[in-house]
T-cell receptor, first 118, second 113 residues
Framework: GAVVSQHPSRVICKSGTSVKIECRSL??????MFWYRQFPKQSLMLMAT?????????EQGVEKDKFLINHASLTLSTLTVTSAHPEDSSFYIC??????????????FGPGTRLLVL | QKEVEQNSGPLSVPEGAIASLNCTYS??????FFWYRQYSGKSPELIMS????GDKEDGRFTAQLNKASQYVSLLIRDSQPSDSATYLC?????????????FGSGTKLNVKP
């Protein structure tokens, strides 16, 4: 299998606080994970590519100081939304690429985290 | 021009019919192609991947790739109401190098009982 978990599944926070979202590959190692954001009725938007042991690569327009990514192990990447504001409310989804898939680019998605900033 | 284009739909088909979903991409060097299904409020789940020209079948699903026309499609045979979802086409430029995906905006499929 290729199972990816996310925690929490849903979070409500006050404006100005920080929120950490965890993404774990449960049955495989993942040197590379990806963080996406999805607003209602829109497609997935890639925020950043997370690589174990190195700095994340952010997409154009994504503030690296606001969305902190840490990929400290081969099975865990975290996304911290710092000083969250209502416009950060969205569905955040991570995906992971299995290191064992040497000839494939398949990404396996976590179940997502729904963030609501009041 | 968007990297990956899909008709947003909705595409409505009766139960038992064949649903045909289409996707075009702009980068001729793209090498990896994927179809994901996303139910409302849920994250995407992988249906199929395809890397070579031609057809690839998996159960009721058939993916078709034509690199010369920069076109990839997904056929769903014997469509069921449970197939009603948004189908996302994803394209990656590489094959081995942990390349990022470019997603289409998705096609919403409604299968009517």
């Amino acid at each position: 299998g290729a199972v990816v978990s996310q925690h929490p599944s849903r979070v409500i926070c006050k404006s100005g606080t920080s929120v950490k979202i965890e993404c774990r590959s449960l049955d495989f190692q993942a040197t590379t994970m990806f963080w996406y954001r999805q607003f209602p009725k829109q497609s997935l938007m890639l925020m950043a590519t997370s690589n174990e042991g190195s700095k994340a690569t952010y997409e154009q327009g994504v503030e690296k100081d606001k969305f902190l990514i840490n990929h400290a192990s081969l099975t865990l990447s975290t996304l911290t939304v710092t000083s969250a504001h209502p416009e950060d409310s969205s569905f955040y989804i991570c995906s992971a690429r299995a290191d064992r898939d040497r000839d494939q680019e398949t990404q396996y998605f976590g179940p997502g985290t729904r963030l609501l900033v009041l | 021009q968007k990297e990956v284009e899909q008709n947003s739909g909705p595409l409505s088909v009766p139960e038992g019919a064949i649903a045909s979903l289409n996707c075009t991409y702009s980068d001729r060097g793209s090498q990896s192609f994927f179809w994901y299904r996303q139910y409302s409020g849920k994250s995407p789940e992988l249906i199929m991947s395809i890397y070579s020209n031609g057809d690839k079948e998996d159960g009721r699903f058939t993916a078709q790739l034509n690199k010369a026309s920069q076109y990839v499609s997904l056929l769903i045979r014997d469509s069921q109401p449970s197939d009603s979802a948004t189908y996302l086409c994803a394209v990656a430029r590489g094959l081995y190098n942990f390349n990022k995906f470019y997603f289409g905006s998705g096609t919403k499929l409604n299968v009517k009982p």
